[in-house]
């Protein structure tokens, strides 16, 4: 029985932790206009060589229907880039937090879309 409270207790504290990390975005992922604001910077900056038209992949990973998709981790990644199997540039000189967080939201947006 202490075996499955101490599960409890952990899945409980991954759960919160995963909220408090999703609140780090300065406002609602899902608000439209952000996600707009997102998609047309995705075009205009991620998709032609690396992600690909409406993030279904190309050089790089895609994002549609991605069910392992983690907002705080696309935002690391987008500010700070990768290295490894896929390279890629840090944005944090380039885009300010609010826009990262933009393009966090269109990411989610697509990862919630079918393949």
Known sequence: MKEVLTECA???????AGAAAQSAAPFDLDDPARVAAGKKRFASTCAAYCHGAEGTGGRAPGFKGN??????AAFKVIAEGSRGADVMPPWKGSF???QIWELVAYLKHLAGQPQ
């Open 67 to 72: 069910k392992h998709f983690s907002a705080p």
């Open 10 to 16: 952990l899945a409980a504290a991954l759960i919160c």
């Open 96 to 98: 300010s937090e609010e």
